[in-house]
């Protein structure tokens, strides 16, 4: 579909498409810093020339996660007051000075070094999310904004299957300092492009928004009655803006939206994927896979890229709940089979498994990655943007994807203790559990969002006939693109909100992030 629009009008869609890979590059950063610890940790530790133990090595690969929490908080200040653009490149300093202290310990031959690498790299990876999304979604048109913000799940998954490349023929070090030159680039690249219009809109620079907006769509285009809708709605939703008390996040609308966007979150993770990610050479070698395990992870990831630029066609042809339950269902299939490899591992021995059953670790982290990225990896942040009620979004998003970071950064920092302690096969058993018990929880709670109005959404969850709602409310929702969480006093929450009224027939209600 998207090829169809960029053939139908090129000259306004290719301007987008440009800013939306433009604006992606920070989920190939983010990709990287995830991919190094599966390469990096082994060579690490095979070229180890300074004290650390095993400990150490279970914090380094979980502090992303750990940074990740605060940046994922810090970064909606500069995105208020210094604009989008300027937030996106700033945070590439992150990932620059992040993987560049990381590959300095080879000569600093320090851990607190490594520490404060992937302590900033994490920085980087929260601020990427909403830097990189917001922008993407207020730089393009409504009817192409859901096919434009999958581009950045697809630079994830680039991102970490270059690190899988790059990783399997140098060392630690230098992974880091060619991560620490690629930032560098996109961040020039990112100073040609134009701030969003919306952000000089809503911050009285009109002239400059109309350019900005004439940039994106085309020389040719005409912007009168988009940049006429955009003032307003800016300036309806500027009068009529008031303060959310902590009594209206306890309401039925919110509290069940919310409820069932955490635990989705929860299941997300509990399938074991950023284990998988961190630890996929470290989980070949325990296998003792008849495939070199660098050569392995390449395959991996490289099924991984695939399946997630694919995935982004699949949300608007299947319903978000077939895609859940279908992806949950062959996710735990997977996960059992490598449950059972290890079983038999431990019952027959490492060398006879081996001979037998060497390649099912490889076949298994094949069909994983291929049915998490079908579902699993970007419907639970779709689902998110369609259940939360406009005025609530940003908050409860902001919420709802610091609980993923923090379930993120438990099962990172654990997984290795719990083949520890656990066992292989009871690890991954405990991950297949989880993973059907999600089947349930979306079978019997989760509704169907796909072809729903964000009013219906309401409605749905509570109980309120559509007719008692004005209509207005529905054309403000789907306008809503992003809103800033800015000051927490006294028991009430002040929101700002930066939006885009679309044309009616150009609503395109996907929105897709991935943390």
Same mark, same amino acid.
């Given at each position: 579909m998207?090829?169809?629009?960029?053939?139908?009008?090129? /000259?306004?869609?290719?301007?987008?498409?440009?800013?939306?890979?433009?604006?992606?590059?920070g989920?190939?950063?983010?990709?990287?810093?995830?991919?190094?610890?599966?390469?990096?940790?082994?060579?690490?530790?095979?070229?180890?020339?300074?004290?650390?133990?095993?400990?150490?090595f279970?914090?380094?690969?979980?502090?992303?996660m750990?940074?990740?929490?605060?940046?994922?908080?810090?970064?909606?200040i500069?995105?208020?007051?210094?604009?989008?653009?300027k937030?996106?490149?700033?945070h590439?300093?992150?990932?620059?000075f992040?993987?560049?202290i990381?590959?300095?310990?080879?000569?600093?031959?320090?851990?607190?070094?490594?520490y404060?690498?992937r302590?900033l790299?994490?920085?980087?990876?929260g601020?990427?999310?909403? =830097?990189?999304?917001?922008?993407?979604?207020?730089?393009?048109?409504?009817?192409?904004?859901?096919?434009?913000?999958?581009?950045?799940?697809s630079?994830?998954?680039?991102?970490?299957?270059?690190?899988?490349?790059?990783?399997?023929?140098?060392?630690?070090?230098?992974?880091a300092?060619?991560?620490t030159v690629?930032?560098?680039?996109?961040?020039?690249?990112?100073?040609?492009m134009?701030?969003?219009?919306?952000?000089?809109?809503?911050?009285?620079?009109?002239?400059?928004?109309?350019? =900005?907006?004439?940039?994106?769509r085309? !020389?040719?285009?005409?912007?009168?009655?988009?940049?006429?809708?955009? !003032?307003?709605?800016?300036?309806?939703? @500027?009068?009529?803006h008031?303060s959310?008390?902590?009594?209206?996040?306890?309401?039925?609308?919110?509290?069940?939206?919310?409820?069932?966007?955490?635990?989705?979150?929860?299941?997300?993770?509990? #399938?074991?994927?950023?284990?998988?990610?961190?630890?996929?050479?470290?989980i070949? /070698?325990?296998?003792?896979?008849?495939?070199?395990?660098?050569?392995?992870?390449?395959?991996?990831?490289?099924?991984?890229?695939?399946?997630?630029? @694919?995935?982004?066609?699949?949300?608007?042809r299947y319903g978000?709940?077939?895609?859940?339950?279908?992806?949950?269902?062959?996710?735990?299939?997977?996960?059992?089979?490598?449950?059972?490899?290890?079983?038999f591992q431990?019952?027959?021995? @490492?060398?006879?498994?081996t001979?037998?059953?060497?390649?099912?670790?490889? %076949?298994?982290?094949?069909?994983?990655?291929?049915?998490?990225?079908?579902?699993?990896?970007?419907?639970?942040?779709?689902?998110?943007?369609?259940?939360?009620?406009?005025q609530?979004r940003?908050?409860?998003?902001?919420?709802t994807?610091?609980?993923?970071?923090?379930? #993120?950064?438990?099962? %990172?920092?654990?997984?290795?203790?719990?083949?520890?302690?656990?066992?292989?096969?009871?690890?991954?058993?405990?991950?297949?559990?989880?993973?059907?018990?999600?089947?349930?929880?979306?079978?019997?709670?989760?509704?169907?969002?796909?072809?729903?109005?964000?009013?219906?959404?309401?409605?749905?969850?509570?109980?309120?006939?559509k007719?008692d !709602?004005?209509?207005?409310?529905?054309?403000?929702?789907?306008?809503?693109v992003?809103?800033?969480?800015?000051?927490?006093?006294?028991? /009430?929450?002040g929101?700002?909100?930066?939006?885009?009224?679309?044309p009616?027939?150009?609503v395109?209600?996907?929105?897709?992030?991935?943390?």
């Open positions: 998207v090829k169809q629009r960029l053939m139908k009008n090129p /000259q306004k869609v290719l301007p987008q498409l440009m800013a939306a890979v433009v604006g992606s590059w989920y190939f950063c983010m990709g990287t810093v995830r991919g190094w610890g599966s390469p990096g940790l082994p060579s690490l530790n095979r070229t180890l020339d300074f004290e650390m133990d095993a400990d150490d279970k914090w380094i690969s979980a502090m992303p750990c940074g990740s929490f605060f940046g994922a908080l810090a970064i909606s500069p995105m208020q007051y210094c604009g989008r653009k937030a996106l490149m700033g590439y300093l992150l990932y620059i992040g993987s560049l990381l590959g300095l310990t080879c000569i600093g031959k320090h851990k607190a070094m490594l404060a690498g302590l790299q994490g920085f980087g990876v601020c990427t999310t909403p =830097a990189c999304q917001i922008y993407v979604s207020e730089c393009s048109s409504p009817n192409v904004r859901g096919r434009l913000g999958s581009i950045t799940a630079s994830l998954a680039l991102g970490i299957w270059v690190a899988y490349i790059i990783g399997a023929f140098v060392e630690w070090d230098n992974l300092f060619i991560f690629l930032p560098v680039l996109f961040l020039f690249w990112t100073c040609l134009p701030e969003t219009p919306i952000w000089l809109l809503t911050h009285g620079m009109e002239d400059e928004g109309r350019h =900005a907006l004439q940039q994106l085309g !020389k040719n285009t005409n912007v009168d009655a988009e940049m006429r809708r955009m !003032k307003e709605h800016h300036e309806k939703t @500027a009068s009529s008031g959310i008390r902590l009594g209206d996040l306890m309401r039925g609308p919110v509290m069940k939206p919310f409820g069932i966007s955490l635990g989705i979150m929860f299941f997300q993770q509990a #399938t074991g994927i950023n284990a998988m990610i961190f630890y996929t050479v470290s070949f /070698q325990v296998a003792g896979s008849s495939i070199e395990s660098r050569y392995a992870t390449i395959i991996v990831g490289g099924v991984q890229l695939v399946f997630t630029i @694919a995935s982004g066609f699949f949300v608007d978000r709940r077939i895609l859940l339950l279908g992806s949950a269902a062959i996710t735990s299939i997977s996960l059992t089979s490598m449950g059972t490899f290890f079983y431990r019952i027959w021995g @490492a060398d006879t498994a001979e037998l059953l060497g390649w099912l670790p490889l %076949v298994s982290l094949i069909v994983f990655f291929v049915a998490y990225s079908g579902g699993m990896s970007n419907v639970p942040f779709i689902i998110m943007g369609e259940m939360f009620p406009s609530y940003t908050m409860l998003g902001t919420i994807s610091s609980f993923n970071l923090i379930v #993120t950064l438990v099962i %990172v920092r654990f997984f290795p203790d719990m083949l520890i302690h656990l066992g292989n096969d009871v690890t991954f058993f405990i991950f297949a559990g989880c993973t059907l018990s999600s089947i349930a929880f979306v079978y019997f709670l989760l509704p169907e969002t796909k072809g729903r109005t964000l009013e219906e959404m309401e409605e749905l969850f509570s109980n309120v006939k007719d !709602k004005p209509a207005e409310d529905e054309q403000a929702a789907l306008a809503t992003s809103t800033q969480l800015t000051t927490i006093s006294d028991n /009430q929450y929101i700002v909100d930066h939006s885009i009224v679309p009616a027939n150009e395109d209600g996907d929105r897709v992030a991935v943390f």
